[in-house]
């Protein structure tokens, strides 16, 4: 569901859906991406590298493995283990009026700026009258961002 772009997270979404059609996609939304993958997800990250490699079309192959080893905490150079980075937050941050998630999440295209980084929060009848039906049109989150970062550092906390 990360590689198809189907987490729930729309900037996640987003991103990996722009590296598919394009090859390419913005260093932030690298990052976001990676780290949902390691951190949200538990996975190795390697896994992640390994699509990165495969399907970005500036693919270098030590940037690519240090830019995954900093998001995963490990490394000759690694973000702290407990930098989770948060796809809502950094959604609205980097993508305020929602038009990147509106271009690679066209399926949210009818929600406001203010419910596209978080659809499952929009009141009923905004969802209906922008035509989403959440599991249905597009998917629901596949893991809660603070349950995740908690079962997360969990984890990390007894690695580092």
């Known amino acids: 569901m ?3 772009g ?3 997270y729309p900037f996640v979404d987003g991103g990996m859906r722009e590296l598919w059609a394009t090859g390419w996609m913005h260093n932030r939304a690298r990052m976001v991406c990676a ?3 390691v951190k949200h997800l538990l ?3 390697r896994e992640g590298g390994a699509w990165f490699w495969d399907t970005l079309v500036d693919a270098n192959a030590a940037s690519n493995a ?3 080893q900093w998001v995963a905490g490990c490394g000759a150079d690694a973000a702290p283990y407990f930098r989770i980075f948060n796809p809502i937050a ?3 941050k980097f993508d305020p009026d929602g038009a990147y998630a509106r271009r690679w999440v066209p399926e949210l295209a009818g929600l406001p700026a203010n419910a596209i ?3 499952w929060v929009a009141p009923s009848a905004q969802l209906a009258a922008a035509g989403v039906r ?3 049109t597009y998917p629901l989150p596949v893991v809660a961002h603070d349950a995740a970062r908690k079962r997360a550092l969990d984890a990390l906390v007894t690695v580092r």
Request: glycine share 12%; no cysteine; charged share 25%.
């Open 2 to 4: 990360w590689r198809r």
């Open 6 to 8: 189907a987490t729930g």
């Open 35 to 37: 780290s949902f993958l």
């Open 43 to 45: 996975t190795d990250w």
């Open 66 to 68: 240090a830019n995954w």
């Open 90 to 92: 950094q959604g609205k």
């Open 117 to 119: 980084h978080e659809p």
């Open 134 to 136: 959440l599991g249905d």
